[in-house]
């Protein structure tokens, strides 16, 4: 039996390309300059805030810190830390859309960075795949570029899976780690899931989740066990104090879920959009290199399965997609009662799954065939090509922008056609700061019988409001909808009186989508 041949000179001990170190820095190095690049794309456009992004600053904006917990955090489905950050950042640097979104675009780079360092071992290419898979996720692009608390979870999980990640390696190696080192990676480890149950629900019940793991694995990150009891009670003191004195996270209705399958589905679109070509690019691959062993008369898939069972890097990838299922089980009993299927919010996987895979792809490199590698390498570049693609494409809809207040309201501020007030759903509530705080807006209550007949013109819709473009038009017949350019047809729009003495086209603006506005 004819041996495959590996040359020692392309390749390192650890299944990394050969190489200087100067070599490999300035690779990583150039990935994560080129990755941080892709996600500040559209930065500097100072683009319009959508209505998810208002809230925020609304609430940033409030007059006190009272205010703060009592108007805004206590009644949010959300925990405190990023408006407590927003509140001091804009406090600082303003409220305009570049500084605030740097808020989140600097988490998104640390996110790059601790994955970078945290697996400096283990393979160059585990390394690189790691970082790869983060950086060109669409989650990533799209929430380092929006003023909410993702950028923020993405980094603790970030830093809460890295640490994890290494303290198992050192149990494994007989404590490779010295002493200190381990403290500070225990401490480490302890902070970034506290930081993570005050950034979002979704990481509380995940820190819920690696501490369960840790103890299953006789607690190489907790150090004793009795201190994850004391880390399960530290992440429970918020939401309880939130459940007594909260309005019980209401705005979570909206969330539409078909139980266990919404939930297994937006788990997937969130982190791994190109599931399904990755796993059909790995069944043709490993069918193909079977049939090319048998026709060699090779045992080369057996002996490949026993060489990955003995691979750390084999190991620790499934104890990570082990994690995760166990996460998304999770999600979906709790989903049962209350929906909570969002694909956003799975967002505190994604370095689980990097790694996973990084793991998976060293491991391959490491013990397969010529043929196997090549094969790893080729199902890696389609996936990341197709996540890189994908998360360009979310981000060039988000900076057109989404939504734009921003032109809508300074063409109500140009033209002054509200110096004797527009009305609105919606006045001078948290979703018309900042743009519209200079618009005098009268609120209509649409309860009250009539409401649209009677309601003066000019009308301001935001978000979730085009269901009134129709009605409006029908109670106003001479009246005409107008709406910024946008990626939302008709999302933000004003209806305008029969002659409103302006000429809403000479300012950028275009009609409404009626048929959306009739949907």
């Not at 500040?40 to 992004?53: C, N, T, V």
Request: hydrophobic share 50%; with cysteine.
């Amino acid at each position: 039996m004819k041996r495959a041949h590996r040359p020692a000179s392309t390749r390192g001990a650890s299944g990394a390309p050969a190489g200087s170190p100067g070599l490999k820095g300035f690779i990583l190095l150039a990935v994560l300059i080129g990755l941080g690049l892709l996600a500040s794309r559209g930065w500097l456009r100072a683009y319009s805030y959508w209505h998810d992004e208002l809230f925020s600053i609304g609430a940033a904006s409030a007059d006190s810190w009272a205010d703060l917990f009592q108007a805004w955090i206590l009644p949010d489905t959300h925990p405190p830390l990023h408006l407590v950050l927003l509140k001091l950042w804009i406090g600082l640097f303003g409220s305009g859309e570049i500084p605030a979104r740097l808020l989140s675009l600097i988490p998104a780079w640390l996110s790059l960075i601790a994955i970078a360092v945290a697996t400096r071992r283990g393979g160059f290419t585990r390394q690189l795949i790691a970082v790869l898979f983060v950086g060109t996720s669409p989650l990533f692009s799209l929430y380092s570029q929006e003023v909410r608390p993702y950028g923020w979870a993405l980094l603790f999980a970030t830093t809460a899976v890295a640490t994890m990640t290494l303290l198992w390696r050192s149990q494994l190696q007989g404590g490779a780690i010295s002493t200190p080192q381990r403290r500070r990676l225990r401490l480490g480890f302890a902070l970034s899931l506290l930081l993570l149950s005050l950034t979002h629900y979704f990481g509380v019940m995940y820190a819920v989740t690696l501490i369960a793991l840790d103890l299953r694995a006789r607690a190489p990150c907790l150090g004793r066990r009795r201190h994850g009891l004391l880390l399960l009670l530290s992440l429970a003191v918020w939401p309880l104090l939130h459940g007594l004195l909260g309005s019980g996270g209401g705005r979570a209705g909206w969330i539409q879920s078909e139980p266990v399958i919404s939930v297994i589905k937006a788990a997937f679109n969130a982190v791994f959009p190109a599931f399904s070509v990755a796993l059909a690019l790995a069944l043709i691959a490993g069918l193909s290199l079977a049939l090319m062993a048998r026709q060699q008369r090779q045992e080369r898939p057996a002996s490949l399965q026993q060489a990955l069972r003995q691979e750390p890097n084999a190991a620790e990838a499934v104890q990570l997609l082990v994690g995760m299922a166990v996460f998304v089980g999770l999600i979906c009993l709790i989903d049962l009662v209350k929906p909570l299927s969002v694909e956003r919010y799975f967002i505190v996987l994604l370095p689980a799954l990097a790694l996973a895979l990084a793991d998976a792809g060293q491991a391959l490199i490491n013990v397969g065939s010529r043929q196997a590698r090549h094969a790893t390498v080729l199902v890696l570049v389609v996936v990341l090509s197709m996540h890189l693609w994908h998360a360009q494409e979310v981000l060039a809809a988000k900076i057109h922008p989404q939504e734009n207040y921003k032109q809508l309201a300074g063409f109500l501020r140009s033209t002054d056609l509200c110096h004797s007030g527009c009305s609105s759903v919606s006045a001078k509530q948290n979703r018309l700061r900042p743009y519209f705080d200079a618009i005098k807006m009268i609120r209509i209550d649409l309860d009250q019988p009539d409401s649209l007949a009677t309601a003066r013109l000019p009308f301001v819709g935001l978000h979730g409001e085009q269901k009134l473009i129709r009605p409006l038009l029908a109670s106003h017949p001479q009246a005409s909808c107008w709406e910024p350019r946008q990626s939302s047809p008709s999302s933000t729009f004003v209806v305008l009186d029969p002659d409103p003495g302006v000429r809403p086209r000479s300012f950028g603006l275009r009609t409404c989508d009626r048929q959306k506005g009739a949907a």
